[in-house]
């Protein structure tokens, strides 16, 4: 049987004519980078709890049952001792998950975790969390840009991407944070997305129990969102314990890597094994290593469009990589005469050169520049295009990185409709 061959291509570079030239002195690191690479973490990745009893500890098991003893003799057969439209008294596996979520936070210790617990109980009950992702609270134009679930990461756990760069705009910023009664009507608006965000989630065993959350630092004004920022961090904390699996920061200053080692020896290794660090530039190949290529937003180096969500499950794409002075091509090959071919392509951090052509089969026939080769810039998003061929033939993609010594990380997909036309 045949082997079948990879659509993608790398042309071979022809052998130096001359001895090679003496090696380079070894590259010296500056003080930010040296600072970067001290904060992106080396910890273990952070393993998310299986939830099932049979893997606690004994004095875990012993503090499960406590919680659970303590909570009934406190509130009874108490209708409203529920979360997620779970009754935590009901001792289902269900129970159990968000009980062990309390424990985990507060290291095992029953009576912190219950109050806790007790404590975000009254808090959901006063706030109205129970009903608040049907509300309709007027942040349209925040939708989709500054907080909003889209898609999941590669072991299923649902995403959800922050980003305040918009509120650097002194308009937007009063228009949202103006005054008192504002912040709490954005933090109710931020509180929907993450209820919206755990609906998603399946609180068994065994299950997927928290979510993944990126959060985007490029023009974030520090100082202006700090009383928001706090806000938003103490009520995540004190009323969403073990929500989290994993935070991943992209775009991040180099000031931040100076803070972050600074704080870093104060915070637990289960909190550090949590946290991903990626300066700027860098969000595709660091998202891609969590999240698929279709799933990932356009404007981090996906192919994920708002539009795409309407069409049901994205469609697969795959994934490659450039290498440093490479060029690679990807062949789209037996496209018919008549036939539609819509393509999706991006490159992350892009700073090279792309083009398409078709070539067809029948021989005197001329290759078409579908499109031109362009210099890609770093801040473009996936090309999406499509080309409607009036002969049989291929279709080649192009990405020309022989001007850079960066290796970059890539995906595309692609689909063919034949011509109705008989």
């Not at 192919?303 to 994934?319: H, I, T, V, W, Y």
Request: proline share 6%; net charge neutral.
């Amino acid at each position: 049987m045949e082997k079948a061959q990879s659509p993608i291509s790398i042309p071979q570079k022809p052998a130096p004519l001359d001895p090679p030239e003496a090696s380079p002195k070894p590259y010296k690191k500056s003080f930010v980078t040296t600072l970067m690479e001290a904060a992106t973490l080396r910890s273990p990745s952070f393993k998310e709890d299986t939830y099932f009893i049979s893997h606690l500890k004994s004095s875990e098991k012993k503090a499960l049952q406590e919680l659970k003893e303590k909570l009934a003799a406190s509130n009874g057969s108490d209708d409203d001792c529920t979360m997620w439209g779970i009754p935590l008294l009901g001792g289902s596996d269900k129970a159990d998950v968000i009980l062990l979520k309390f424990l985990r936070a507060r290291d095992f210790r029953v009576f912190d975790s219950l109050h806790m617990l007790e404590k975000c109980l009254a808090w959901r009950k006063e706030f109205g969390a129970d009903g608040i992702t049907e509300e309709d609270l007027g942040f349209k134009e925040l939708e989709g840009v500054v907080a909003y679930m889209q898609g999941y990461d590669r072991e299923g756990h649902p995403v959800c991407y922050n980003a305040y760069g918009v509120f650097r705009d002194k308009d937007m910023y009063e228009r949202i944070f103006g005054d008192e009664e504002k912040l709490k009507n954005f933090l109710r608006w931020r509180v929907q997305i993450l209820e919206r965000g755990i609906n998603l989630l399946h609180f068994k065993p065994g299950g997927i129990n928290s979510l993944i959350q990126v959060t985007d630092l490029k023009d974030m004004p520090k100082r202006e969102l700090r009383v928001a920022s706090n806000q938003i961090l103490s009520l995540f904390q004190d009323n969403y314990p073990e929500m989290v699996a994993r935070k991943i920061f992209i775009n991040v200053p180099w000031y931040f890597s100076v803070l972050y080692s600074m704080f870093s020896p104060f915070l637990t290794q289960r909190t550090k094994s949590k946290f991903v660090i990626s300066k700027e530039g860098n969000a595709a190949e660091t998202l891609y290593k969590f999240i698929r290529p279709e799933d990932v937003p356009v404007q981090y180096g996906g192919l994920s469009r708002p539009s795409d969500l309407q069409n049901g499950p994205p469609k697969p794409a795959s994934e490659f990589t450039v290498k440093g002075g490479e060029k690679v091509n990807i062949q789209i090959e037996g496209i018919e005469a008549g036939a539609t071919i819509t393509w999706d392509l991006v490159v992350g951090g892009w700073d090279l050169d792309y083009s398409a052509e078709f070539l067809p089969i029948a021989e005197g026939s001329y290759t078409i520049a579908v499109e031109k080769s362009r210099k890609m810039a770093p801040s473009d998003e996936a090309i999406h295009n499509s080309f409607t061929s009036r002969e049989a033939g291929k279709m080649v993609l192009s990405v020309d990185n022989t001007a850079s010594r960066r290796k970059k990380v890539a995906a595309y997909r692609y689909v063919v409709r034949k011509s109705t036309i008989v």
